[in-house]
């Protein structure tokens, strides 16, 4: 059976596998980023971990997904925040290919997050899917009969820098904005606040809590339907952390769009939430890869 290397560069951990010809995770590990320490040393990091593979067994190829935007074609970051300092214009693919001789594909996490949920998740048997994380921003995706959709060069989709209400759509609707608005609210530090304490209070009846995300709803039911106009999607899923309140959200953000959208578009819409959670950027490196090689 076809073992394949997948790594997953997140802002605080590589996610790091082998993943078989069908899918499945054999076996998984992780590592910090140090994103601080810049591009220069995840490369590096990345490398060692092809390396110890490549020794101890046969694998047929390298599938990362990483932050930032990325030029799929020559597997490098087009470009990234000062989050990771050194970041933009950092080559994977060449790196890999000389050393080890062995195939690489990159594609942003976003995108690959959105490819594990079209292939074996909530978006299975879609013929159009926008898929949104809603974290410390808004990312999203756009998968139209099983092709991630990218736009001119690469950048479609970079729904969080919408513009809504004077601001943008991740400013007005992120899991962090949640925190910090209910933080200052109730006149406390953000760092005391996290989405989970938030919904648990909620739950039991706190106001505020009720009312930031009720709020939170709106904004992002707003964002969503606007996209929703212009791609006409069968499905809409939602992951990141947050989303895992998926018995909480759901009816208020159904309701929300229903208000939002005109009948035509709500009535063929079927909102759903991310199933593979941490595995998948693991996976939708792996699908991503897959996709490549069998156009190859």
């Known amino acids: ?23 499945q995770i054999l076996e998984k590990h992780e590592l910090a980023t140090e994103a601080r320490k ?7 990091k ?17 599938a990362i997904s990483t932050a930032g935007m990325v030029d799929t074609k ?6 990234a925040s000062d989050l990771i300092p050194g970041y933009t214009g950092i080559n994977f693919k060449k790196p890999i290919k000389e050393k080890f001789d062995l195939p690489c594909h990159v594609e942003n996490d976003v995108n690959c997050a959105g490819l594990s949920e079209y292939k074996a998740g909530a978006g299975k048997n879609s013929k159009i899917a926008l898929i949104l994380t809603i974290g410390t921003g808004i990312g999203g995706c756009a998968i139209i009969n099983g092709e991630l959709y990218h736009g001119v060069n690469g950048s479609a989709m970079e729904i969080g820098y919408m513009n809504m209400e004077n601001s943008t759509f ?3 609707g992120s899991a962090k904005i ?25 739950k039991n009846g706190d106001e505020i809590c009720i009312k930031a995300i009720d709020e939170m709803c709106e904004v992002l039911a707003i964002g969503i339907s606007n996209i929703v106009y212009v791609l006409n999607p069968d499905t809409v899923i939602l992951g990141g952390g947050i989303m895992a309140q998926e018995e909480y959200l759901y009816e208020k953000l159904d309701k929300n769009l229903e208000k939002y959208l005109e009948k035509p578009l709500y009535d063929c819409l079927s909102l759903k939430f991310a199933r593979k959670q941490n595995a998948a950027g693991m996976l ?11 156009r190859n």
Not at 1 to 15: L, Q, R, V, W
Not at 185 to 202: M, R, T, V, Y
Not at 284 to 294: C, L, P, V
């Open 178 to 202: 949640l925190v910090e608005k209910v933080a200052n609210l109730k006149g406390d530090s953000p760092e005391n606040w996290d989405g989970k304490k938030i919904f648990e209070l909620a």
């Open 170 to 172: 991740e400013t007005l």
């Open 1 to 23: 059976m076809k073992k394949y290397i997948s790594i997953d560069i997140g802002g605080t951990f590589i996610k790091y596998g082998i993943i078989d010809e069908n899918g």
């Open 74 to 79: 020559n597997g490098s970051i087009r470009y």
């Open 38 to 44: 810049g591009g220069e040393q995840i490369l590096e």
């Open 284 to 294: 939708g490196a792996f699908y991503n890869f897959q996709n490549k090689e069998t």
């Open 46 to 62: 990345v490398l060692k971990i092809v390396e110890a593979y490549k020794n101890k067994s046969e694998v047929e190829g390298v």
